[in-house]
């Protein structure tokens, strides 16, 4: 079954970068792509970008650029998302999800969700 | 960028009775491509509706979507127990792809 895997939480300080990976099984993993969306505690849902897994074509939230970077390991069938200068509200739970393999798509399948927490 | 609104905020209701939400945009939503997830406390979201429409596999006929352009609506026809939960709609025809701020239906 498809199944996406996410690493632990993590804290870090103000200025820090923080890197989440998101392991992936149960489909060819270059034949989807892999959204990113996180979610400060009791808030609603942010989309930050979206990779494609065949040729590493990003899209990234415009409020975020220069700060993300998504990419892929197609050997492991693993995503990552790195988010650097972290702030404080940076803070939230950071969800991959698996999408169809156009940009213009949506998370079917998700993982469990990472959180971070960024505090001094 | 397209601004989802989705109404009410919060939904009270009990088991069996009819939930209809709402989730209206600022501009026409391409191809209407719109999505609704489900999110129950500490799990991630779960889809339940993609075109608008159609039924994500394996979720329950009770739940339906409809609507075009500008205005969406999600209806969850009998309440069950398990439905009790936050609803997010998501367009995923422009970029950024943006969500609604979510309506929770709640036990009454």
């Known amino acids: 079954q498809v199944q996406l895997v996410q690493s632990g939480a993590e804290v870090k300080k103000p200025g820090a970068s923080v890197k989440v990976s998101c392991k992936t099984s149960g489909y060819t993993f270059r034949s989807y792509g892999i959204s990113w969306v996180r979610q400060a505690l009791g808030q609603g849902l942010e989309w930050m970008g979206w990779i494609s897994t065949s040729n590493g074509n990003t899209n990234y939230a415009q409020n975020l650029q220069g700060r993300v970077t998504m990419t892929t390991d197609t050997s492991t069938g693993t995503a990552y998302m790195e988010l650097r200068s972290l702030r404080s509200d940076d803070t939230a739970v950071y969800y991959c999800?698996?999408?169809?393999?156009?940009?213009?798509?949506?998370?079917?399948?998700w993982g469990q969700g990472t959180l971070v927490t960024v505090s001094s | 960028e397209i601004v989802l609104t989705q109404s009410p905020g919060t939904l009270s209701l009990s088991p069996g009775e009819r939930a209809t939400l709402s989730c209206r945009a600022s501009q026409s939503v391409t191809s209407n491509y719109l999505v609704w997830y489900q999110q129950r406390p500490g799990q991630a979201p779960r889809l339940l509706i993609y075109?608008?429409?159609n039924r994500a596999t394996g979720i329950p006929d009770r739940f339906s979507g409809s609507g075009s352009g500008t205005d969406f609506t999600l209806t969850i026809s009998r309440l069950e127990p398990e439905d009790f939960a936050v609803y997010f709609c998501?367009?995923?025809?422009?970029?950024?792809?943006?969500f609604g701020g979510g309506t929770k239906v709640e036990i009454k």
């Open positions: 075109d608008a429409s």
């Open positions: 998501q367009q995923y025809g422009s970029s950024p792809r943006t």
């Open positions: 999800a698996r999408t169809g393999a156009s940009a213009y798509s949506y998370g079917h399948y």
